[in-house]
């Protein structure tokens, strides 16, 4: 799927309210409302975002990630533009029956634009958060560090 191909009608089929979203040729649709939230989040994470963060950030995969980023109206806790991957850190708040119903209908949005969605558990992250980021990275097509 083309980046340009997702317009509102696109969303609006797809069960996804595109009223309010910010569109553009090279970005994936997003809220603005988040912009400032998803800043908080960023200065005040969790320690496994900040493990993760450590492995990911300044291409250290030879791709660039970015640290929570609004898509449509949730924020990615880590987002590849040049993979379309969202990597998800899931702790013991998303183990509840009503959570995971959320996390599978925010997947289901992400889907519909193209995006694939990876979820790893806060626990793995914590423990070896090296591995965890080797086994994500061994789904995609190698990119020399850079």
């Known amino acids: ?83 379309k991957l969202v990597i998800e850190i899931d702790g013991a708040s998303h183990f509840s029956a009503e959570a995971q119903k959320r996390d599978a209908e925010r997947d289901r949005q992400m889907q519909a634009i193209g995006l694939t969605i990876i979820r790893v558990l806060d626990s793995d992250v914590r423990k070896n958060p090296e591995d965890v980021t080797r086994g994500i990275m061994e789904q995609f097509p190698r990119k020399e560090e850079q």
């Open 1 to 83: 799927m083309n980046i340009k191909d997702i317009t509102p009608d696109f969303l609006w089929k797809n069960g996804i309210n595109p009223e309010g979203m910010r569109f553009g040729p090279n970005f994936f649709p997003y809220n603005p409302k988040l912009k400032q939230f998803s800043r908080d989040l960023r200065n005040h994470g969790q320690l496994s975002e900040a493990l993760l963060w450590k492995c990911l950030k300044g291409k250290k995969t030879g791709y660039l990630f970015l640290r929570q980023k609004p898509i449509l109206n949730f924020i990615a806790d880590f987002f590849c533009h040049e993979l």
